[in-house]
């Protein structure tokens, strides 16, 4: 069976890493940023050389293609980001693109023919690190953001996502005839590490993904009355602080009761105000990330959550509002791509198991218009968006060899065939 050279993978993972604005401390490399442009460089080096027609959109998608025996076939996507969060790790993100470079050099190296074009794609500002956004340069490609949606998204310096990209020497707006269209791709594979302790746990190399779990964002602000924390007796307080806290340590346990025992919530981020040692909080906001694949219970979920904070809130006399701020529906994977992943798993006698994402990828939005496939390697300890983040180069080759083999299938090399004839 064809197979991909581990040691090229490390040294584009390596070499990627090397571009990294906080050496010592994680690996950040934001959308828009010097070290983005350096790595983005060394990618397209490295498709130059494979003789790939390189297109590049609006706002930096990298899409590189490589020809088909029938060019005008629809083709088959693969690839991931490279950016990450700020002190980040080596393989969110870079991995699935690294993973997809290497597939393709293999193809090319061993002078294989497809029937249909294949395609890597690297897709900008994943993880909303740069302009709070995640999943932008995907929504960007599929048509969910305009010009205009560009121009009002803004960093923490003010600056636009529209300026950003025009200042790293994209043309946004030229993105709106950009546009992928569902009739150009046949299908798209996603490698990624499960940036979760599953696949560790039962040491497993690989996943293949069912279903991405739905997420709903949230902010809550509790009012109260700020006061000289000495002089004011324990019963006389509006105290806000008290009233998130306990709604806040409800959170556990409210997830772990729905009906489908897959919801996660949590809260990652709290402010008080004045945030002072000697004073009474006037007033607390934080977050809620919840989700789950089941959307019943998270709506339930979401519903107790109002219940408690309104408990609360009553209990502590002070006042709460609770605010949506965005979130995605759960993502179901097409049975007929999960098959043939699990098929070439089993004829490479990858052991391997079926499960759902917690996280969300650009393959939700590229499933949106096209069949969708992803594969997962396990995250060491379950470490994820932290320098410590961990996967062997074992699991990570027997990722890459999957993706290698299910690309073939999916473009149709050595006579296999998936549904070509509704394709077209």
């Known amino acids: ?109 061993k002078g294989l023919k497809t029937r249909h074009p294949v395609e890597l794609v690297v897709f900008s500002e994943e993880e909303g690190s740069n302009f709070s956004t995640p999943l932008a340069g995907s929504k960007a490609m599929v048509g969910r953001y305009s010009v205009e949606d560009l121009k009002r998204l803004k960093n923490a310096s003010g600056v636009s996502m529209y300026e950003a990209a025009k200042e790293a020497g994209y043309e946004p707006d030229e993105l709106p005839g950009q546009v992928l269209k569902p009739e150009e791709v046949k299908a798209m594979l996603e490698l990624h590490i499960e940036q979760s302790v599953v696949l560790d746990s039962e040491r497993l190399p690989v996943g293949i993904v069912e279903a991405i779990a739905a997420i709903q964002t949230w902010e809550i602000d509790v009012s109260g009355v700020a006061n000289h924390a000495g002089a004011t007796p324990m019963r006389l307080r509006n105290d806000p602080m008290a009233a998130a806290s306990k709604v806040i340590a409800a959170v556990r346990d409210l997830a772990r009761a729905t009906s489908s025992g897959t919801t996660v919530g949590t809260v990652g981020r709290i402010h008080c105000e004045p945030n002072v040692t000697n004073v009474i909080p006037g007033r607390v906001r934080f977050s809620l990330d919840a989700r789950d694949v089941d959307t019943a219970s998270l709506e339930d979920f979401v519903e107790a959550f109002r219940r408690e904070l309104e408990k609360q809130s009553r209990l502590h006399g002070v006042e709460s509002e609770i605010r949506f701020l965005g979130g995605s529906e759960a993502v179901f994977l097409p049975g007929e791509i999960t098959e043939i992943i699990e098929t070439e798993a089993r004829e490479r006698g990858i052991a391997c198991r079926r499960m759902n994402s917690g996280a969300v990828h650009d393959a939700c939005l590229l499933a949106t218009i096209t069949k969708v496939g992803m594969i997962f390697v396990p995250s060491i300890g379950g470490r994820s968006h932290v320098p410590e983040e961990n996967t062997s180069y074992e699991d990570i080759e027997a990722g890459c060899n999957l993706l290698l083999g299910t690309l073939l299938k999916l473009a149709g090399q050595a006579g296999f065939r998936c549904g070509e004839a509704s394709e077209r």
Do not use: W
């Open 1 to 109: 069976m064809t197979e991909v050279n581990v040691e090229r993978i490390r040294r584009d993972i390596e070499t990627i890493c090397s571009f990294n604005a906080t050496p010592g401390r994680g690996y950040t490399r934001f959308s828009f940023s010097k070290e983005d442009s350096l790595a983005r460089e060394y990618l397209l080096s490295e498709c130059s050389k494979l003789g790939l027609e390189i297109t590049v959109d609006g706002v930096g998608n990298i899409r590189a293609r490589l020809e088909g025996v029938d060019s005008q076939a629809p083709s088959v996507m693969t690839g991931s980001h490279i950016d990450t969060v700020y002190q980040g790790g080596m393989f969110d993100g870079l991995l699935g693109t690294v993973g997809a470079l290497e597939a393709i050099r293999t193809i090319v190296e």
